[in-house]
């Protein structure tokens, strides 16, 4: 196990983060040094995409890659049980919790019957032990 991160308990993650970017074909050619230096003095680094503006999602639109979900298919609907008991068995929109500057940064909407999460009670967190922070994030006390 201590070989297999040995770069990081030397601190030199970099070479981590250089062995993705050589297997990416985005990135090809770049060098991590170069990259981190470069963003240190705000500049941009341009990847190398297929379309220019990124169009997200180009290779599985145009049928040339599959999707990245079970069927290989664009999916609207998760049976799994996980999907459903967390309520994400439903392909909706919902606004980051950071999006807005107005406390309590709660997003709330109408239920719906096709939406059904478990409730942090089902979790064993209660209400009751949990309290607001500053920008929407929880802690337990």
């Known amino acids: 196990m201590k070989d297999g991160f040995k770069f990081a308990w030397d601190g030199n993650v970099g070479e981590y983060l250089q062995r993705i970017i050589n297997a990416s074909n985005s990135l090809k050619g770049y060098r991590f040094e170069d990259l ?22 180009y290779e599985q639109a145009k049928g ?43 997003l709330v909407a109408e239920k719906h019957e096709a939406i059904r999460p478990k409730r942090p009670e089902d979790w064993g967190i209660f209400v009751e032990r949990i309290y607001l922070v500053r920008r929407g994030r929880f802690a337990m006390s």
């Open 36 to 57: 981190h230096e470069n963003a240190k003095k705000g500049i941009p680094a341009l990847m190398n995409m297929r379309t220019y503006p990124r169009a997200s999602s």
């Open 64 to 106: 040339e890659e599959p999707w990245h979900t079970k069927s290989g298919r664009l999916e609207f609907y998760r049976f799994e049980p996980e999907f459903i008991e967390h309520g994400e068995n439903l392909a909706v929109y919902r606004e980051p919790v950071d999006s807005t500057v107005y406390e309590p940064n709660v």
